[in-house]
Each structure stands twice: as structure tokens, then as C-alpha cells.
């Protein structure tokens, strides 16, 4: 209250002042000065000290022309005067409550603060009039498109989105609904780039729109990542059909020919016959299995090359010899090699003859009865060149440019595999510093796989042949399987026995390391994961600190690179991945007992075996 009336004996007495200064006038020759000066005098008071102040000041002019008893200035005169002073006091007043001094130096500094912090963000901002005229840009808009500012949004609009941008603007602005549409943008460098433009209006509180804010951001990568999650779902989804195709044909073989061994009414020419059709799906079977270990391998980069000098001509003459009975099948004639040259490369051997084999095997099945498929070699300044053709179906040109990725096949051959195998071959010959390439005229013109390998300048490898070792012939061993899954280990010992050796079976850990005490074993073949406790580690941990360790061969389904980094550290020399052929097994047989026999215990083995 005390405030109050401070505040009214302020505005009392500065309307008196204003009063007797304005009065002052009234005493001038003219008629139209002195009310001048009372009409600046309540819009000063209206401006300066608001409504009450100026409606005073009116009070005190009128009170103070009538106590001078001025005779210019009759009753309507001052009515008059009066009259027009307090709308005058009052729209001042007005626009004083709406914006202060202070309010128009706070909007000034906060208008500039916006536009820096716009001006920083790394997006498109504007702001448009309610009618879409463009009010500001901020500057990354320029630094993004090039434009210098005289042109509009239009100017950068691709053609093919411009009549859907220029709809979706006019509906946002007549329905003053907020703006969401994708377009593209052409940026300062001339491509084209996806955006999603957002406007929002903002509204009065009289109702109207008085201006629109709105972002455009860039959005092309992340459309291209969809894009690519969404093929990358879909070959997947593809892979997984095939996957399931091709699993149930050689199973359907397999439970079709186990089923006619178990009829007593067979005859021996239907039971070989089935014995074949067993092994025949089995190899099918781990071939995919290989395919599918192979690329999780080629693609995490966790291929282990055991490199030696290569002479790449008879390489190509042993992969013609070994395909040329799967040819004569299909009735394709595979046309012997042609050589120019002679060219070692320093690689793998059996991963160099597992691309070969590929690139044959597929030309073999591309091609038709009576189609020939050509192999060649050359070598010309230091690089090898290898040649697969065929006469057979060819290639569709888009299909071309993606073949070697991973689970993309033509049309023509989704029945014929899981899509993998072109595409290790791309990832081993990239690991030989090679590049493979393929080249078709079209469908039925056949196709042309070119494989390049660089060429060792001499043929002598001498010390620095870090390939494998010869395996010494076999000598008859004893030989440990522990394994769990008891028909699998007595299927395994009785092709031990047939080969000469002594195998033993135990099915739990307790068990192989007792007879491991009674009866040490030259070769444990032993599984990693066992019933009852105790693992396949654990088995080669207390096998390994023994006083005559065996050579210890790790026999797993896992054959991942941790998993042989896993039976390495535990003492196993070799990894062997299920299904291991007998060959295979037998090799590693013949490994551990050359070892034994040298009294050489090594604590890795590099030579991993999937």
C-alpha cells in the first residue's frame, strides 16, 4: 500500500509540472501551437509513467487553462481537447504495456542470440512468412547448396520431386498443419541428396499463423543403410530357403538309403547301391557345411594360409584330372589345359585348388551335353593368369556385377547350392594378392573367369618353403577316441581297424584318462564337449602334464579361429573339424606318431584342418 501511494503522488506531481509546462503555451499568438503542446505533454506522460500518469496530465492542462480564464479557449474547445488527449493517453499507454524500452533491447539481443545458434547448427533451418515467402536462411543453407541467396528452395528441388514438395507446402500453409515430406536436394557439388524437411507454424493468440520454422536434414546415408539392410534381409531370408532346400535333398538320400539297409530283403547290388548314395550325400552335406565355415572365416579375416611355392600349371592339370569324371557325367567335354609360361605363386595349395575346383565345377554344371569347357594359363610380366570358359547358359549383365557376393545366385542355379562359393573365391584370391573377374555376352553365350595371381620370381623355394611338411608313411598306432555319441565312436573304430590300428573308445573324460593310465595311447582323438563333468580340455590338460604325453587331436563340430585358439592353449596339436574324412583322420594319425617318433613335442600345430 505505502507503494502505492508513492507511486500516485509521482504521477500527481509530474502531471502538475507537465500541466503547468503545456499551460505555458496558451499565452502564444497561435491558436493550433498551445494545444500542440498539450497533446505532447499526455503522450510523454502516457509513454513515460503509463495510463493513470497521462489521464493527470489531461486533468491538470484543462484545471489550469480554465483557472487562467484564457479567453481563445471556450467550454468545447477544452471538451474537445479532452476528448482527444485521453485516446491519445490511452493508445500510448498500449503500446507502452506491449513494448518497453527494455522489451525491445531484450527481443534484439534474444532475435541475435537465435540466429548464431541457428547458424551453427549442422542443418537447413529457415524461417518463411505465412504466406511462404522466405524471411531466412541460416548458414549452413548457403555453405550446403551454393546459392547465394536470390534464389529460392525451388532452384535445388530435383525435378522428379518438385510437383509433390510444392502440394505438400500449399496444404501445410492452408490447413496450417505442420510439414513432413522427403525430397531431394541438389548440393553444392551438383549431386542429389535425400532430405526430410520438417515446418511447424507458429500460431498467435489471435488464432493466424504469423510465421513458419522449419529443419531440412540429410538423410541419404541413412536411406543407402536401409536400402542395404533391407537387400541384406532379403538375400538372407533367400539363403535360408535355399539353406533348407538344399539340406533336405541329401537328407532325404540319406534317410531313403538308411532305410533300405535296414530291410533284410535287400539284395547286395541295393545295398551297395545305397552305401553309395550315403557317402555321395554325406560329402554334399559337408561340403555346404564347409562353404558356410568358410565364409564366416574369409570374411572376419581368419584364414590361415600355409603357404608354399606353387607351380600353377600342373595345378591346373591336377584340378582337370580330378573333374574330368564329373564332366563326362554331365556329358561336358573339359578340353585339357593349354600352357604358356611356367609360374610359381607362393600360396596355399589347397585353397588355390579349392577356387580351381570351383570355377571348373561350376563351368561343368553351366554347361549343357556336348558344351565344351576350356582351361588356360599364361604368365606375362610377373602375374599369372588363369582362364575358366565355358559354352553354357551365360550371364544376365546386371547379375554380373554382384555374383561374388555372399548368398546371391542367378535364377538358373538357386537348386544347385547356398550361393557362397563364388564369393570365397573372391576372398581367398584377394588373400594370394590376386583378383578374379568374369565376363559374359549374355545369356546362352557362355561365361569367362579370368584369375590373376602374382608370379614368384624363381621356382626355388629352398629355406623359405614355410609349407607343410611331408606326412611320413603310416605306421600302425593305438589309438584313444573319447567320444560321447557311442555309435559315432565304434563307426569311427572299426575304419581305424581296418586300417591297421589299434583304437580304444571311451565315452566320458574319468574314463579316457584311466585307460590313458593303464594303456597309454600313441593318438587321442578326443571330442571337446563330454557328458559327466569333466570337458575335452580338461582330458588334454592332464593328458599333456603327463610324463609320455600322447599326440593329442582335437575332434569338435567348432571350428571357429577362438575355438582352436582354445584346444591350442589346452595342448592339443591338431584341430579337426566334424565331419573329418578318414583320410583326414588318418593323416593326423600319421602326424602324431612321426612326431613321437622324432621325441619332438610341439606345443601349437598350425596346420588346422576344417
Not at 20 to 49: C, D, I, K, N
Not at 117 to 142: C, F, Q, S
Not at 410 to 423: D, E, F, N, V, Y
Request: proline share 4%; with cysteine; net charge negative.
Amino acid at each position: 500500500m505505502p507503494t502505492h501511494i508513492a507511486v500516485l503522488i509521482g504521477d500527481v506531481v509530474v502531471a502538475l509540472l507537465l500541466g503547468a509546462l503545456s499551460t505555458l503555451g496558451y499565452g502564444l499568438p497561435s491558436q493550433h501551437l498551445p494545444m500542440t503542446f498539450g497533446y505532447a505533454a499526455v503522450l510523454l506522460a502516457a509513454a513515460l509513467f503509463g495510463r493513470r500518469c497521462a489521464y493527470l496530465t489531461i486533468v491538470a492542462i484543462v484545471t489550469m487553462v480554465l483557472l487562467r480564464g484564457l479567453p481563445r479557449l471556450g467550454p468545447l474547445d477544452m471538451a474537445a481537447f479532452a476528448a482527444i488527449a485521453t485516446i491519445l493517453a490511452w493508445l500510448a499507454a498500449e503500446v507502452r504495456a506491449q513494448r518497453r524500452p527494455g522489451d525491445v533491447l531484450q527481443r534484439f539481443q534474444a532475435d541475435r542470440d537465435q540466429r548464431a545458434l541457428l547458424d551453427h547448427l549442422p542443418k537447413m533451418v529457415w524461417i518463411a512468412e505465412p504466406d511462404g515467402t522466405m524471411r531466412y536462411h541460416n548458414r549452413y543453407w548457403y555453405e550446403y547448396t551454393g546459392l547465394s541467396g536470390d534464389e529460392g528452395w525451388q532452384a535445388i528441388v530435383h525435378a522428379d520431386d518438385m510437383q509433390a514438395a510444392m502440394e505438400a507446402w500449399r496444404d501445410s500453409m492452408a490447413t496450417a498443419q505442420p510439414l513432413n515430406l522427403e525430397m531431394r536436394f541438389r548440393r553444392a557439388d551438383g549431386s542429389y541428396r535425400w532430405h526430410l524437411v520438417k515446418g511447424v507454424p507458429i500460431v498467435g493468440a489471435d488464432g493466424k499463423v504469423h510465421c513458419w520454422y522449419g529443419a531440412s536434414t540429410d538423410i541419404e546415408d541413412q536411406k543407402r543403410a536401409l536400402e542395404t539392410l533391407a537387400l541384406a534381409n532379403q538375400r538372407i531370408s533367400r539363403f535360408l530357403a535355399v539353406l533348407s532346400h538344399e539340406l533336405r535333398n541329401p537328407l532325404a538320400g540319406v534317410t531313403t538309403a538308411s532305410d533300405l539297409l535296414h530291410r533284410e530283403d535287400a539284395d547286395e547290388p541295393q545295398r551297395q547301391q545305397a552305401l553309395a548314395t550315403l557317402q555321395r550325400q554325406s560329402q554334399h552335406l559337408r561340403r555346404m557345411v564347409d562353404d558356410l565355415l568358410d565364409i564366416s572365416r574369409v570374411t572376419q579375416g581368419k584364414v590361415e594360409l600355409r603357404r608354399s611355392l606353387v607351380e600353377i600349371g600342373e595345378l591346373l592339370d591336377e584340378v582337370h584330372r580330378d573333374n574330368l569324371h564329373i564332366a563326362q557325367q554331365h556329358g561336358v567335354i573339359l578340353v585339357p589345359p593349354e600352357h604358356e609360361g611356367t609360374c610359381y605363386v607362393r600360396g596355399d595349395h589347397a585353397r588355390l585348388r579349392q577356387v580351381l575346383d570351383n570355377l571348373v565345377s561350376n563351368a561343368i554344371k553351366a554347361s549343357g551335353r556336348g558344351q565344351r569347357v576350356f582351361l588356360s594359363v599364361s604368365e606375362r610380366d610377373g602375374e599369372s593368369t588363369i582362364i575358366v570358359h565355358d559354352e553354357g547358359q551365360g550371364l544376365d549383365e546386371d547379375f554380373v556385377a554382384r555374383m561374388f557376393e555372399p548368398f546371391v545366385q542367378s535364377p538358373a542355379w538357386q537348386s544347385r547350392g547356398l550361393g557362397l562359393g563364388l564369393s570365397i573365391v573372391k576372398h581367398i584370391t584377394e588373400l594370394h594378392g590376386g583378383q578374379v573377374s568374369v565376363r559374359s555376352e549374355g545369356p546362352g553365350r557362355g561365361s569367362t573367369f579370368s584369375l590373376k595371381l602374382p608370379c614368384e620370381a624363381s621356382a626355388e623355394c629352398g629355406a623359405c618353403d614355410d609349407g607343410p611338411v611331408q606326412i611320413a608313411p603310416a605306421i600302425k598306432a593305438h589309438v584313444l577316441i573319447v567320444e560321447d555319441e557311442v555309435q559315432n565312436a565304434e563307426a569311427l573304430q572299426t575304419l581305424l581297424e581296418l586300417e591297421g590300428h589299434r583304437a580304444s573308445i571311451a565315452t566320458d573324460a574319468e574314463t579316457a584318462l584311466r585307460m590313458s593310465r593303464e594303456d597309454p595311447a600313441d593318438v587321442v582323438l578326443c571330442d571337446l564337449e563330454l557328458k559327466d563333468g569333466m570337458s575335452g580340455y580338461d582330458v588334454a590338460r592332464t593328458l599333456q602334464s603327463s610324463d609320455n604325453p600322447p599326440y593329442l587331436v582335437a575332434y569338435s563340430g567348432y571350428g571357429q579361429q577362438s575355438d582352436r585358439d582354445r584346444t591350442r592353449l589346452a595342448g592339443f596339436q591338431l584341430h579337426l573339424v566334424k565331419p573329418a574324412t578318414i583320410a583326414e583322420i588318418l593323416a593326423a594319425i600319421d602326424e602324431g606318431l612321426r612326431q613321437r617318433h622324432l621325441g619332438s613335442r610341439a606345443t601349437a600345430w598350425p596346420a588346422i584342418t576344417s
